[in-house]
C-alpha cells in the first residue's frame, strides 16, 4: 500500500515526495527509484531528508509508534486508517498531536474521492432534503491470508475494512452511532476461524436524529474490488458508484443524473492523492475540513461494538 500512495501521489504538484521508507531494502529502493526519490531502510535516516510529514502506511499495528516518533520530531502525519487498535490509544495520539502543533490526519481517503466528494456536497446543500438512510457496502474480491485477517495485526473485518464506512456514515450525516446490532454469516474461508476472523458482515447503526446505516462487508465476491453507498433523504436519493467507473447519480422528482465532476476512472487513486493535497495545505497552514483522530476513534469502537454485537447482541455506544 504504501508503493501505492508513493506512485499514485508522487506526479501530484503540491507534494514532493522526497523519500520512501521500508525496512526491506529492494522494497524501498525499487519504487524511491521509480519516482525519483531517496531510499531509507530506517525512521532515523528518513529524519535526515527533512520532509515536512510522513504518510505512514505500514502494518496498523505499528501505527502509534511511528506516529509518535514523528510527532516527536516535529514531524506532521497523514496516517492509514486505523490510528490505532486502541480507543484510548488513539485518542492519547491525538491530543500528543495537539499539543505538538502538528498535523495527524487519518486516511479516509473516500472523503477526498470525487464520487463521495460529490454526495457530501449534494448532502450538505440540501439536494435530498434531511437523510433518513445509508447503506454502505464494501466487497473485496478475496480475502488476505489469515494472518493478516487476525483482529489483533489488523482489527479484522469489522475494524480494517469497516471503519471506512463507520466513518463515511457519520460523515454524511453528521450524526454519531448510538447503537449497533450485527450479524456474522456463515465462514467462507474456513481457516479464518483459527485466528477469530470472519469474511462476511452484516451491521445495523443506529445514529442520532433517527438516522439508520446498514453496512455490508465482504472478502469473497470475486469479480472485483467493489463499494458502493446510497443515501436515502426526504426529498430523493444519492448512489455513488466504485465500478465500472467512479461516479454519483443524483435522484430526485425530477429523474436520474449522473453528478458532473463526480466521474472518474480510478476512484480509490483520485481519492489517495486528494487526501495527500489536502494534507499538504493543511501543512502549509491552509484551513482544510481534513479527518483528524477523533474520526479514527469513533470508527474504530464502532468497529469494536460490532464484533461484541455478533456475538452477544445489540451494544450501546
Known sequence: MGAVHARTIAPSPLVDVVAVADTDTAAAAAVAGEIGASPCTTTDHLLETEADGWLIATPTVTHPALVREALAAGVHVLCEKPL?????????????????????QVGFWRRFSPPW????????????????????SQWDADPPPAS???????????????VHEFDLAEWFTGATVKKVTAFNLPLVDESLADVGDV??????????????????????????????????????????????TGRTRLATAAGVEVVPGSETDDAFGAGIRAQAEAFARAVAGEDVDIPLEAASTRAVATGRAIQQAAESGPVDL
Do not use: H, W
Not at 490505532?84 to 495527524?104: R, T
Not at 493478516?148 to 469497516?162: E, H, Q, Y
Open 199 to 244: 469474511d462476511n458482515l452484516v451491521a445495523v447503526l443506529e445514529m442520532g436524529d433517527g438516522v439508520v446505516a446498514t453496512v455490508d462487508l465482504s472478502r469473497n465476491c470475486r469479480y472485483e474490488d467493489d463499494v458502493r453507498t446510497e443515501i436515502l433523504g426526504e426529498q430523493g436519493a444519492i448512489f455513488v458508484d466504485f465500478l465500472p
Open 84 to 104: 490505532s487498535l486502541d480507543v484510548a490509544d488513539s485518542a492519547a495520539l491525538g491530543s500528543e498531536a495537539l499539543a505538538a502543533g502538528k498535523v495527524l
Open 117 to 136: 466528494a460529490a454526495a457530501k456536497r449534494l448532502i450538505d446543500a440540501g439536494a435530498i432534503g434531511r437523510p433518513l438512510m445509508v447503506r454502505l
Open 148 to 162: 493478516f485477517c487476525d483482529p489483533k495485526t489488523s482489527g479484522g473485518l469489522a475494524i480494517d475494512c469497516g
